[in-house]
């Protein structure tokens, strides 16, 4: 977005960084100036470069990488969407486990984000590595984007800006979020939803609405739902705060961000309208089962990977820098009132939205959506903390920009109690919370810096780019310290943690994909794994192409999926799991549960009650079945009943293949059942195809039409003006 964004009338002019390079190596040092705007950025930004690479060292040389969900579903299901086809074929059918599933209920695999296309390009690269590195871009992209944030505003110093992008950098709670990386996403797309609802972007050039398009596309088929829809709220306000002070043309303004949105919606519809359709009605829903506690307060300070509460870190980790504390409530007579209001509505919305207190949660349970997601509190936590930044930014600004002697004064006693307040906090919280001392000292030491840096600032000759540098410089440190303490308890040794999860390396996994053995058209069996309520093992089959029963994959609520999953877990004899496990099982059964036995086992009732087996198997969802009947006949197959099947029944015998539908239905334990009412031999072709994906295209391609011809139309509306008035 940079390209149709303004950046003339600031201080620090971007575009004059090759003249100033140019200029500095052809300057005798004796009269070079040293301490020049541009030179104390260069030189901080290069600092702040430096400690994040530092922190993400392990992860881009390839021997950690982030553990828990992310080596869970998240990276084997990207892998699998992003190798079995990706945007140009975005495969129909996953057959790594639980019996195989639609592709598109899986909405945790990254499936549309352009990013993990670098899987294709980049492929020598090990997989967890690759995917983890997109998640230090990720990072990279948030910061940039608070940057010019901050930039479009004009703020009254050139290196405020990159104090907040800084801030943002620097986040423990973006660090908490990597092994959760829809959750992670949202730290960098929050940024440029400001940016783009600012009401500071040019939407006159050609290909704004095209930008905004791509950006929107990605925000909606990319980070965690509830994210998506903590957004939208949080866009409603500022949009309107941005219409009431600025009052901006429709045309210039409301209506080029309607465009880009819809599009980018309508574009996003090839992931979500084939997956709400074929997920169906959800079984169960937890509701909001986040909350808020006293010991969440504390991790505005420290790290909390100590703390025993029942959320997983990745979900109530709220860590920043702790200068920023301070500085926020130093923002009250900052200038421009508008940042400073955005900056207070986004801290009062997402806690009055997402923290459950009296009163208050009574209305925000009754909005629309916000009693779906399970994790309000971390949805809403990117939002909180954007808004926090924004304060302290504002605070750091308030602070250089008084000349007033006697505000100063106030200006003096706002700056010594903020600090020492949140100094006395955070060592209250330090002390009676299960928080690494070492940190706690480390902080509280980092307040005590930031309390010399005002006195030096009010009583002595530090200058204003003086009091800035330190105050960024600073910040990296502290935001640096509990990042590198939340990242240790997300971070592990990728060899060992791939060997522990799947059993294997990804690397040897991947040579068994393309065995010939796979891919015979014979069904193979499902191979079990020790604990289906935490099967991560299961997930090698993503990477090997070897069925599994189970994987740690999230389709939780749908409802096949979970009468399979319960299905097993509840059956103490083993008969369901054998069941599902067996090689193309097609058996009788009786209003879609199985014969009833005194002593059920799968190997007597197979025998018994066989009507056919899996002839002709394709892992991409196309099934052939020889079948022989008695008479009319119920039947199961273990293959998941999904919406997206479609069957027919033919006569081998007839020369011209006779053939008509077959009416197919879920079974007891989720499983495709059918009937034949007349006897004989048969053959079941069995098709499985993406329900509404064509429709989910129509759509997309609207999007695509509105994206390319809103600037001709409004070019076409502007010349068309010109002329009339000529």
């Known amino acids: 977005m940079f390209w149709f964004y303004e950046f003339e009338q600031s201080e620090l002019n971007l575009t004059k960084f090759g003249d100033t390079i140019k200029a500095n190596l052809f300057t005798p040092l004796s009269v070079r100036p040293i301490l020049t705007e541009q030179n104390l950025f260069f030189s901080v930004s290069t600092i702040a470069i430096i400690v994040y690479i530092y922190l993400w060292f392990p992860v881009l040389n390839g021997t950690e990488v982030p553990g828990f969900d992310f080596v869970g579903g998240y990276a084997s299901s990207a892998y699998s969407w992003w190798i079995d086809g990706g945007v140009i074929a975005p495969p129909e059918w996953t057959p790594y486990s639980w019996g195989g599933y639609p592709t598109v209920i899986d909405i945790q695999n990254s499936s549309y984000y352009l990013p993990y296309s670098l899987l294709i390009i980049a492929n020598q690269l090990p997989v967890l590595t690759l995917f983890a590195t997109i998640g230090f871009l990720e990072g990279i992209l948030g910061a940039i984007g608070a940057y010019v944030f901050f930039r479009s505003f004009k703020l009254n110093h050139g290196l405020l800006p990159l104090f907040g992008a800084c801030c943002w950098l620097f986040l423990g709670a973006a660090y908490a979020t990597t092994p959760m990386p829809d959750l992670h996403r949202a730290f960098m797309f929050l940024p440029w939803m400001m940016v783009v609802l600012s009401g500071n972007l040019d939407f006159r050039k050609k290909f704004s609405v095209p930008m905004v398009t791509l950006f929107f596309w990605q925000l909606f088929v990319s980070i965690y739902p509830g994210s998506t829809l903590a957004f939208g709220y949080i866009a409603v306000v500022v949009i309107s705060i941005v219409q009431f002070r600025n009052r901006p043309k429709f045309t210039d303004y409301l209506l080029p961000i309607s465009a880009g949105a819809l599009a980018g919606l309508l574009l996003s519809a090839l992931k979500w309208l084939p997956a709400l359709y074929t997920r169906g009605e959800f079984l169960f829903s937890e509701g909001n089962v986040s909350f808020f506690s006293r010991d969440l307060i504390g991790t505005f300070f420290f790290s909390g990977g100590n703390l025993d509460l029942s959320q997983p870190m990745g979900l109530r980790e709220f860590l920043i820098p702790i200068t920023l504390i301070p500085l926020a409530f130093m923002s009250i007579r900052a200038k421009p009132s508008q940042l400073r209001l955005m900056g207070v509505i986004l801290v009062f919305l997402s806690i009055t939205l997402s923290w459950k207190i009296p009163l208050v949660s009574i209305i925000s349970s009754n909005l629309p959506g916000l009693n779906f997601s399970r994790f309000v509190l971390s949805d809403f936590r990117p939002v909180l903390l954007f808004g926090i930044v924004i304060l302290a930014t504002m605070g750091l600004q308030g602070l250089t920009n008084c000349q007033d002697t006697q505000k100063v004064r106030k200006i003096r006693i706002e700056a010594i109690i903020a600090s020492s307040s949140v100094g006395l906090t955070a060592i209250f919280f330090g002390l009676n919370g299960n928080y690494d001392q070492t940190e706690v000292f480390v902080q509280s030491a980092v307040i005590v810096v930031l309390v010399l840096l005002f006195f030096l600032f009010f009583f002595s000759k530090l200058s204003v780019s003086g009091l800035i540098c330190s105050a960024v410089l600073l910040t990296v440190f502290s935001g640096f310290i509990g990042s590198q303490s939340t990242f240790r308890y997300q971070l592990f040794d990728r060899i060992e943690l791939e060997m522990n999860s799947y059993g294997a390396t990804i690397e040897q996994l991947q040579e068994k994909r393309n065995d010939p053995d796979i891919s015979l058209g014979v069904q193979p069996q499902r191979q ?24 740690y994959t999230n389709l939780r609520g749908q409802i096949t999926y979970e009468s399979v999953k319960f299905g097993i877990i509840d059956d103490e004899t083993g008969f369901v799991k054998e069941f599902w496990g067996d090689s193309g099982a097609v058996v009788t059964s009786h209003d879609g549960a199985f014969v009833s036995q005194k002593n059920p086992s799968w190997t007597s009732y197979k025998k018994q009650f066989s009507l056919g087996t899996v002839t002709n198997y394709s892992p991409v969802g196309n099934l052939e079945i020889a079948l022989r009947v008695a008479g009319p006949t119920e039947f199961s197959i273990n293959t998941p009943f999904y919406r997206g099947w479609s069957a027919k029944i033919c006569d081998p ?47 997309a391609c609207c999007g695509i039409a509105i994206s390319l011809l809103f600037p001709i139309v409004r070019t076409f509306v502007r010349l068309k003006k010109r002329d009339t008035l000529l």
Do not use: H
């Open 528 to 551: 079990d794994v020790e604990e289906p309520n935490y099967p991560i093992k299961g997930n090698a089959g993503f990477y090997s192409g070897i069925p599994f029963l189970y994987s």
């Open 653 to 699: 015998k007839s020369s011209n293949q006779d053939c008509r539908n077959l009416i197919l239905k879920p079974g007891k334990y989720g499983q495709v059942v059918s009937e034949v009412t007349k006897a004989g031999t048969w053959t079941i072709q069995m098709e499985y195809r993406t329900p509404l994906f064509l429709e989910s295209q129509l759509l």
